[in-house]
């Protein structure tokens, strides 16, 4: 489906480690994004990766692409207390097909 | 600018009542989503309005329905409330080309709990 599905579902590490985060599909997608969502509240957009491209970054956030596996990761460098929150991959299709959410990885930063 | 902002915050409602949700987006935005997230269900899509159309709909009950004004802002209503509509309600705005950029901007929500 569509529907991007991330992995793993719960994370905890300490403070200054990297978090990595997955995600899989399984059809063709147009674009695909990652989402912050602090407890209850709305979501923060956070990057953008369309279909064609293999890496991308942003401050310390890098999306990277493993065609075999059709997935992104998202990588999260030296985290902090701060980044604790859920992510959501976001997938949409070609056209003006919806944003299709996953489940969500809860990350938690121990200080 | 200001941001995308859901009235009201917080809703304590009856079964069998009904209720509106209101959401206004981004200036010069003239799509807005909604979106229910439930511990169990996770983020679930219900509808897009695009320039006061209906462009996309989610799998839910005919209970569920919304329209957009001539401004972009949006309104979703729930007739029937039923306990399982306990959720956080979100609404999100984008500029809405097909094939450009898509980042949505959520607003804050809004809790609404059936008793």
């Known amino acids: 489906s569509q529907q991007g599905e991330e992995d793993p579902q719960a994370l905890s590490i300490q403070e200054g480690e990297n978090a990595t985060m997955n995600c899989s599909y399984k059809?063709?997608?147009?674009?695909l994004q990652w989402y912050r969502q602090n407890s209850g509240r709305g979501l923060v957009h956070l990057i953008l990766?369309?279909?064609?491209?293999r890496e991308k970054h942003s401050g310390r956030l890098r999306v990277t692409l493993d065609t075999s596996k059709k997935s992104r990761s998202l990588l999260i460098t030296a985290s902090r207390a701060a980044d604790t929150a859920s992510y959501f991959c976001?997938?949409?299709?070609?056209?003006?097909?919806?944003?299709?959410f996953g489940k969500g990885t809860r990350l938690s930063v121990i200080a | 600018k200001a941001g995308v902002t859901q009235t009201p915050r917080y809703l304590i409602k009856t079964r069998g009542q009904q209720v509106t949700l209101s959401c206004s987006p981004i200036s010069g935005h003239r799509s807005v989503s909604w979106y229910q997230q439930t511990p169990g269900q996770g983020l679930q899509f219900l509808f897009e309005?695009?320039?006061?159309?209906?462009?996309n709909k989610g799998n839910f009950p005919g209970r569920f329905s919304g329209r957009q004004f001539s401004n972009s802002r949006s309104e979703m209503n729930v007739s029937t409330l039923e306990l399982g509509d306990s959720a956080l309600y979100l609404c999100?705005?984008?500029?809405?080309?097909?094939?450009?950029?898509?980042?949505?901007?959520f607003g804050s929500g809004t809790r609404l709990t059936v008793v």
């Open positions: 999100a705005s984008s500029l809405g080309g097909s094939g450009a950029y898509r980042g949505y901007t």
């Open positions: 990766i369309r279909s064609n491209e």
């Open positions: 309005y695009f320039s006061e159309t209906q462009r």
């Open positions: 059809t063709s997608i147009n674009n």
């Open positions: 976001a997938t949409d299709g070609s056209g003006n097909t919806p944003l299709v």
